[in-house]
């Protein structure tokens, strides 16, 4: 049986796209602490809101280190991205992703396959999938490699 194919309507604008997309809100802390986490969302939320995201999805791995991909909602987020229902994800830095560079690259490439934005808000990056500059990409990913590895 053939897998369920999802087609998007990409939007013209960066305003409309805000608009219509559904976003993942992703924070992860490697030692379990509620009130730091909750305040990772509730920051995130926060940015999403003022930037037009209206349609959230909070993923959360609380106690879960950086150096594996094998976090549950870290999954779960990667299957909805793959089945095309996220088309936005929102990270405090790219570290809360992964603080391996290889599984960074990894992560990347599954964004970029699947037309996903990706905004760091500290470093104050935004990826676009296949249409990112090269140089911002880059820039991001040097940030990452100078403070995490």
Do not use: W
């Amino acid at each position: 049986m053939k897998a369920p194919t999802f087609t998007r309507r990409m939007p013209v604008t960066f305003d409309e796209f805000a608009n219509s997309a559904k976003t993942a809100i992703y924070t992860r802390i490697a030692h379990a602490d509620d009130e730091i986490i909750e305040e990772q969302e509730r920051e995130l939320l926060k940015y999403a809101e003022s930037n037009g995201y209206e349609q959230c999805v909070c993923y959360r791995d609380n106690g879960k280190s950086g150096m594996t991909l094998n976090r549950p909602e870290l999954q779960d987020m990667l299957l909805d991205i793959e089945s095309g229902v996220i088309d936005v994800v929102i990270v405090k830095d790219l570290a809360k992703l992964s603080r391996n560079h290889m599984q960074m690259v990894e992560l990347i490439n599954l964004m970029t396959a699947n037309d996903v934005l990706l905004i760091s808000v500290s470093e104050g990056g935004v990826m676009n999938g296949n249409d990112a500059p090269p140089s911002e990409f880059e820039r991001l990913f040097r940030l990452f490699i100078e403070q995490y590895v």
